[in-house]
């Protein structure tokens, strides 16, 4: 898993916004290069989680967002 990947190279931290696409989101819209954002909070007991707002403030694990094919991370957002 490319996500895993970058955790264990140190290129995403706890803190790190990550850019996704949601195929069935309303918020697809023309230009835009992604539906929704998840930080990521690092890990527990082996578990990787997300903070997330697709259907309300919540933490998922990784396996939960991978789950739903229609979730794809796209992009790591870096500060500036």
Do not use: C
Request: hydrophobic share 35%.
């Amino acid at each position: 898993n490319e996500l895993l990947d970058r955790i264990a190279r140190g290129v995403i931290s706890p803190g790190t916004a990550i850019g996704t696409y949601y195929s069935a989101s309303h918020y697809n819209k023309s230009g835009r290069p992604y539906t929704h954002i998840v930080l990521y909070q690092g890990a527990a007991n082996g578990t990787h989680y997300f903070g997330q707002n697709f259907r309300g403030p919540e933490v998922w694990s990784l396996e939960q967002l991978l789950a739903d094919r229609k979730f794809m991370p796209l992009e790591i957002i870096a500060p500036r």
